[in-house]
């Protein structure tokens, strides 16, 4: 199912928050994730999320998202 312009308008309305604390938000979402289910700690590699590898990827991601939006 294709997002509507609607969808897609405030999708990348979010790109200035996510390019200037992207990071800071995914890194706070996987200590919540982590600190709430230590069952999947097995699934992330722990010095990826100490160096800041693994938020960053993430990071990355959703801007790349939300700045193709409108090319799903």
Known sequence: MALTNS???????TVPALNARGEEIIASFYQSLLRGHAELRSYFNTANQQ??????AMASL???????????
């Open 7 to 13: 969808q897609c308008q405030e999708i990348r309305a």
């Open 51 to 56: 160096n800041k590898l693994q938020p960053r």
């Open 62 to 72: 959703i801007i790349q998202f939300a700045n193709n939006a409108s090319h799903l």
